[in-house]
């Protein structure tokens, strides 16, 4: 375990001897969130974070556990690994997409961590210690801050050392709940219609990397010691599924390709996605062309980047006209942005957002595209209508005080900055914001006495005990 700073503890109080609450296990949750927000590997790309929300609720859906929020997250890091906290928040590192060779294997990790929390592995692990022992949510604070520095489920080992377990009762406990997280998480992949196989071939083939790469082991292999015992047990569970292989959708092909050139950057990325495309070295043509269009775009080259990606979608359509995908079009707006024809952005996602209504990155493009062309009383319809599906999405609002921004409307723009820090739970500087909106000229007594309201509730949101 790395050793983690004092000064980094969030301060949550003592906890008491019966165990966590579930409203204490989310205040735990969502304050590492704030802490792995602001050590900045969180990803807000639009498109990975709803590519994993919809699978990680496709498997709690499958898995019956709605009477608990999930919240699913990506953070940019090579190691193979996911973890999962309290208050059901549950961290990916894009690793482990790129490494993965099969959909149905980043939905048995998720499916894995799924069941961590569904069975409050964490919060067990401290009823576990009700003979006398007397703990702060400090050091559960401290076993997940060293989950966020890449050590994945050593969470769950730290509580059990944090608690003062001897160590043979910690090791005891650990591996109990591993076997109970695969046994429910295999179930849980077979209901959502993954390939329930695919955690026994991940996890064989991430072990002979291991084997190969010692002193390289991917984090998830190390916090989850694939011992023969397991590895058996999960291979015989998986013999009772008769299952033919379930086919990648073409989305997981894309994200696994934006993850990996992000993970790259443009410099590594064209030549790599150069080579394998002359080598024809892809199971899908069409991904590996996104790849390489999405590599120039972060170089910002954006005549190659068009170039590549309309040879995407003449791969997808074989020659044919006519399909895309939401992915192709948010790639082909954002270039447009980039290249400053915000007219034609506007258009495509406009056009878009239509053909895939479910696409919420689209609308983030369409935004962009109107403000960056000044068509700020078209975005501002259109933030309005997002914020009616999306009420408690951050990124409208800071759109929203972009648009305000634009518009010389300080007031506003102040306001909406608050309302983001408010849905990012950071309250300091959302109470700054405010306070800033309410010191600009002007006198619009509504606005004046609405943003004073909502300061108040704010404050006495903060002040109740139990929130
Ligand atoms: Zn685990």
Redesign the pocket.
């Known amino acids: 375990m790395q050793p983690v700073r004092a000064a980094d503890i969030p301060d949550f109080g003592d906890v008491s001897q019966q165990g966590l609450s579930t409203q204490q296990e989310r205040e735990i949750g969502e304050n590492a969130m704030r802490q792995i927000r602001r050590g900045g590997t969180m990803m807000d790309d639009p498109e990975i974070v709803s590519y994993l929300n919809q699978m990680g609720h496709r498997l709690t859906d499958a898995a019956e556990v709605s009477d608990q929020q999930f919240t699913f997250f990506p953070l940019l890091d090579t190691n193979v690994n996911a973890f999962a906290m309290p208050g059901g928040f549950i961290g990916v590192h894009t690793g482990l997409i790129v490494q993965a060779q099969h959909e149905s294997e980043v939905a048995s990790v998720l499916a ?2 799924i069941a ?1 929390v569904s069975q409050r592995h964490i919060a067990r692990l401290i009823d576990g210690t009700k003979s006398g022992m007397w703990l702060s949510l400090g050091s559960i604070a401290l076993a997940l801050l060293a989950a966020q520095a890449g050590h994945g ?1 050593a969470a ?1 080992a730290a509580v059990a050392a944090g608690t003062g377990l001897a160590v043979q009762k910690q090791l005891d406990f650990t591996y109990s709940f ?1 076997q109970e ?1 695969d046994r429910i998480g295999m179930q849980t992949l077979k209901k959502a219609g993954y390939d329930p196989n695919a955690m026994v071939t991940f996890f064989e083939r991430l072990q002979k990397h291991n084997r190969l790469y010692e002193n390289n082991a991917p984090d998830f292999l190390r916090t ?1 010691p694939v011992t023969y015992k397991r590895m058996s047990d999960a291979q015989a569970r998986s013999n009772e599924f008769k299952f033919k292989p379930i086919p990648d959708s073409l989305e997981f092909l894309f994200i696994r390709e934006k993850s990996r050139a992000l993970q790259m950057g443009g410099r590594e990325g064209v030549p790599y996605y150069t080579n394998m495309i002359a080598e024809k070295r892809f199971a899908n043509e069409t991904a590996q062309r996104y790849g390489l269009a999405y590599s120039h775009y972060l170089l910002r080259q954006y005549d190659l980047a068009w170039a590549a990606m309309q040879e995407a979608k003449t791969s997808l359509n074989k020659g044919k006209s006519g399909k895309s995908h939401p992915m192709l079009e948010f790639l082909a707006g954002s270039i447009k942005i980039g290249q400053g024809q915000f007219a034609q952005a506007e258009q495509i996602f406009q056009e878009a957002t239509l053909q895939f209504p479910a696409s919420r990155a689209l609308v983030y493009g369409l935004i962009d595209a109107q403000i960056a062309g000044n068509n700020l009383a078209a975005a501002q319809a259109n933030i309005n209508d997002a914020l009616e599906l999306y009420p408690s999405d951050a990124w409208l609002y800071q759109r929203m005080a972009k648009m305000y921004a634009q518009k010389g409307d300080l007031m506003r723009q102040y306001q909406a900055q608050g309302e983001y820090y408010v849905r990012l739970q950071e309250y300091a500087p959302a109470f700054e914001q405010f306070d800033l909106a309410l010191k600009q000229p002007g006198n619009d007594f509504y606005l004046l006495s609405s943003i004073e309201a909502r300061i108040r509730q704010l404050r006495e949101l903060q002040n109740s005990p139990t929130k």
Do not use: N, Y
Request: proline share 0%; no cysteine; glycine share 0%.
């Open positions: 894995h961590e961590h489920d769950m591993e997280a989850h």
